[in-house]
C-alpha cells in the first residue's frame, strides 16, 4: 500500500493538474490561516486573468520563437508596438479592427527581427534590444502626429478606446452563489475560482486560451511544427532534410511578433480602454521568463503567467492579501529545504531554511508588506522563478545560434 500511495502521490506532483491542485490547496488554507478571504476571490481571480493574459501571449510570442532557434528579446518592443497600433485603429474604427492592426504590427516587427538576425546575421540579443529601444521612440513620434490635438489623447496616450465584449457562462452564477457563501474550506475557494474564469471574461481571454492549445497542437502535432521545431534543435541535420532553416525562422519569428501584439492589444482593449506611454512595463520580458519556468512548453508556459499575473493582480487587492502570500513563500522555501536536504545539499538546505525562517518571523512579528514592496512583487516573482528553477529544463539546442549554409558541417 505504501508503494502505491507513493507512486500515486509522485504521479500527482509531476503532472501539472497536480501541482495546480496543490496550489490551490495550499492557498485556500492561507486564506483561512491569515484570515484573507480576498485572496481567492472571483475578483481576484479575474484580475489574475487579466494581468496574465498579456504575459501568456508574450510567452508564447517567445516559445515560438525560440522553438525555431532565435532568441527574442525584442518581445517588449513588439508589445508597445501592438499597444500603439490597437490604439490607433480601434479609436478610428472598432476594437476588432485595432486587435486586427496590433497583431499585423507586431507580425511586421517579427519579420524585421527575422530579416535582421537570420538574413543579415545580426546578434539576436542586439537586434532585440534594438527593437526595444525603436519601439518606445517610434510610439511618441506617431503618437505626436496622430494623439496629440485629438480629445483625450497626446504625446504619451490615446484618446478613448472602446473595449472588447465579455461573456459569461449563463445560470452557473445562481447555482454557485449558495457554495460561495456557505464558507466550507476549499469548497467554496474553489466555487470562487470557477465563477472568477467563467464569469465576465473577455472574448481576447479565450482566445488567447485558444492559443495556447493550438500552439501546443501546430508545434507538437503536425509536419510543420516538427520541422520549426527541427530547426531549433539542430538547423543544419533538418537542411539536410530538405527544410530550409532560414525559412522556417521567418515563419517562426512572424508568429512570435503577431502573438506579441496581441498581447499588446489585450492591454488596450480589455486591461485597460487607453493607451500610455510605458502601458507594458516590462510584460515582455516576464513572458520570456514564463518560456523558462514553463520549459519550452505551451501549458507549463500559461500556469507561469497565471502565476506571474496572479502575484501581479495582488497589488489591486487587499494589503492583507499580499502579507498571506508570506505564509505561502515560507511553506515552499520549507519544502524546498527538505527536499534539498534529503539530496543532501548542504547548501541549498541552509539558504533555504534561512528564507523560510526569516518569512515566517516577518509575519508573525511585522504583518504588514510595505506598498514599495507590492509594487515589485511581480519582478521579485520572476526571480525567484529564474533563480530556483530546477536543472531539468531542456532548451532547444539551436538557441541564439545563427545559420548559414555555407559554414555548415
Known amino acids: 500500500m505504501k508503494t502505491i500511495a507513493r507512486t500515486l502521490a509522485a504521479s500527482v506532483w509531476k503532472s501539472w ?16 490561516v491569515a484570515n484573507t478571504p480576498d485572496l481567492l476571490s472571483r475578483g ?12 501568456m501571449l508574450a510567452g508564447l510570442g517567445g516559445l515560438w520563437a525560440e522553438r525555431c532557434g ?20 480601434g479609436y478610428q474604427w472598432t476594437p476588432w479592427v485595432g486587435v486586427l492592426a496590433a497583431i499585423a504590427g507586431g507580425a511586421l516587427f517579427g519579420a524585421f527581427h527575422a530579416l535582421m538576425t537570420v538574413s543579415f546575421g545580426v546578434d539576436q540579443a542586439v537586434s ?12 511618441r513620434f506617431l503618437s505626436s502626429f496622430f494623439f496629440e490635438g485629438t480629445p483625450g489623447g497626446g504625446i504619451s496616450q490615446s484618446p478613448h478606446v472602446g473595449q472588447i465584449s465579455s461573456v459569461s457562462v449563463p445560470g452557473l452564477t445562481e447555482i454557485l452563489d449558495p457554495v460561495t ?12 475560482i470557477v465563477l472568477g474564469v467563467t464569469t465576465g471574461v473577455s472574448l481576447l481571454t479565450i482566445l488567447a486560451a485558444a492559443l495556447v492549445v493550438g500552439s501546443w497542437w501546430v508545434l507538437f502535432r503536425t509536419s510543420f511544427g516538427l520541422r520549426l521545431r527541427a530547426c531549433g534543435e539542430n538547423p543544419a541535420a533538418a537542411d539536410s532534410l530538405g527544410v530550409n532553416p532560414n525559412r522556417m525562422r521567418y515563419a517562426g519569428l512572424t508568429v512570435s511578433g503577431a502573438l506579441a501584439g496581441l498581447g499588446g492589444a489585450f492591454l488596450v482593449t480589455v486591461a485597460s480602454s487607453i493607451y500610455r506611454e510605458g502601458q507594458v512595463a516590462g510584460r515582455g520580458f516576464i513572458g520570456l521568463a514564463t518560456v523558462i519556468f514553463g520549459n519550452w512548453m505551451p501549458g507549463r508556459l500559461s500556469l507561469g503567467a497565471l502565476l506571474f499575473g496572479f502575484t501581479d493582480a495582488l497589488r489591486t487587492r487587499q494589503e492583507t492579501t499580499m502579507t498571506a502570500l508570506l505564509i505561502v513563500g515560507a511553506v515552499l522555501f520549507a519544502f524546498l529545504a527538505i527536499r ?8 541549498a538546505t541552509f539558504s533555504y531554511t534561512i528564507a523560510a525562517v526569516g ?31 530546477q536543472q531539468k529544463i531542456r532548451p532547444p539546442q539551436g538557441i541564439g545560434v545563427p545559420y548559414r549554409r555555407s559554414e555548415a558541417t
Open 17 to 32: 493538474w497536480g501541482r495546480a491542485g496543490i496550489g490551490i490547496l495550499l492557498l485556500s488554507a492561507v486564506a483561512d
Open 44 to 55: 481576484a481571480v479575474s484580475a489574475s486573468l487579466r494581468f496574465a493574459v498579456p504575459i
Open 70 to 89: 532565435v532568441l527574442n528579446i525584442g518581445l517588449e518592443g513588439m508589445m508597445i508596438i501592438g499597444t500603439w497600433m490597437g490604439a490607433w485603429a
Open 128 to 139: 532585440g534590444i534594438a527593437i526595444n529601444v525603436a519601439a518606445l521612440g517610434l510610439g
Open 181 to 192: 457563501g456557505s464558507e466550507i474550506p476549499v469548497v467554496s475557494d474553489v466555487a470562487e
Open 340 to 347: 534539498a536536504a534529503r539530496a543532501r545539499n548542504r547548501g
Open 359 to 389: 518569512l515566517g518571523w516577518w509575519f508573525l512579528g511585522f504583518g504588514v508588506v510595505p506598498s514599495e514592496f507590492v509594487g515589485f512583487a511581480p519582478h521579485l516573482t520572476t526571480l525567484l522563478v529564474l533563480s530556483l528553477a
